[in-house]
């Protein structure tokens, strides 16, 4: 069996790519691709044998022209013209001609769109942060899903969502307040999608619980959204309270659910506190000679350098997923 060998643009030669592999790539919604290709001729520019269109590198390089252009705000119907040359849409043919000789294959960049710097990622990053940029809801949703589908939701998280969350966020960092928009869009969106991906809360024991939240002042409640995700997606009972909460909340919060577990998040070394962790860890309750306490976990950047003995720091979230997992297996 012939082995095609990947051109720059990641197209196996004499292959092609679906046009679902294509949308993914793009980060644009499949109706979409076919849409411009049945209104603005910007179909393959041959297909195989049967039904299934096949995708080659020039074909590529016309769609990633148009996702480019369309991301700027330029119409679809202008942009097309403008990738097929300056020829008025109306006037291009459903299917080139034959003879017509092949656009030069763009290489393939690690930016998407308006110089999203990107770096070494997977190709799922590309398109997400295409679909980010264009505030295209339905791509973006369509995107996200099929990686979690894929790769397992640790996976998709660490490989795929943040490395596009980081682009974004260092994007913004460096333009003046633009692209704001962007980022909130984009969390908002990773957010459905982690609820979406989520079974039904585990019921479990009660003494088996893991309490996730962020400490008072922090807001960043996303990465402790993956892991609610991850421990409810291996059975594990889990309860988010989300961002900013009090430390009478928080106490109270411990004592009415007995967890053998309290995750604590912290973005910024401001608003991590070492006190607080070690004052969770101190509680107890329970029977005498029977008392017990929560393995508290201190989670986030904000705690580097601020931890003590008996408060693990888990570098990632497979990290904190196998220690929660291995602190509920192990509670009597």
């Not at 006037?91 to 690690?110: D, E, G, L, Q, T």
């Not at 333009?175 to 809360?201: D, I």
């Not at 109270?252 to 053998?260: I, K, S």
């Amino acid at each position: 069996m012939a082995v095609h060998e990947p051109d720059d643009q990641g197209v196996p030669a004499g292959a092609g790519l679906t046009t679902g592999e294509v949308a993914r790539r793009l980060g644009v919604a499949p109706t979409t691709i076919r849409t411009w290709g049945r209104r603005y001729g910007l179909g393959p520019d041959a297909h195989t044998s049967g039904r299934h269109r096949r995708w080659t590198a020039p074909d590529m390089a016309r769609l990633e022209r148009m996702c480019a252009l369309t991301a700027t705000g330029i119409a679809p119907a202008e942009a097309a013209r403008m990738v097929r040359g300056g020829a008025p849409p109306e006037a291009v043919p459903a299917r080139p001609a034959a003879h017509a000789a092949p656009r030069p294959a763009v290489r393939a960049r690690s930016r998407a769109g308006s110089g999203l710097r990107l770096g070494d990622v997977r190709q799922e990053c590309k398109g997400i942060a295409r679909a980010a940029l264009r505030l295209d809801a339905a791509a973006l949703d369509e995107l996200l899903e099929a990686a979690i589908d894929e790769h397992g939701l640790v996976t998709a998280w660490t490989e795929v969502i943040m490395p596009t969350l980081q682009a974004v966020g260092r994007k913004w960092e460096s333009s003046g307040e633009k692209y704001v928009e962007v980022e909130h869009f984009l969390s908002w969106h990773v957010s459905g999608a982690l609820r979406r991906s989520t079974p039904l809360a585990a019921a479990g024991r009660p003494d088996a619980t893991t309490v996730l939240a962020c400490v008072p002042g922090e807001n960043h409640t996303l990465p402790l959204e993956v892991l609610a995700a991850a421990l409810a997606e291996r059975g594990l009972p889990v309860r988010m309270f989300g961002g900013a909460l009090p430390v009478e909340s928080l106490v109270t919060a411990v004592r009415r659910t007995g967890p053998a577990a309290v995750g604590l998040w912290a973005q910024s070394r401001t608003t991590a506190s070492r006190p607080l962790a070690q004052h969770v860890a101190a509680m107890e309750w329970g029977v005498r000679g029977a008392r017990r306490k929560p393995v508290v976990l201190t989670i986030g950047p904000g705690w580097a350098g601020r931890t003590s003995a008996g408060l693990p720091r888990p570098a990632g979230l497979a990290e904190a997923v196998t220690l929660l997992e291995s602190v509920v297996s192990h509670t009597p």
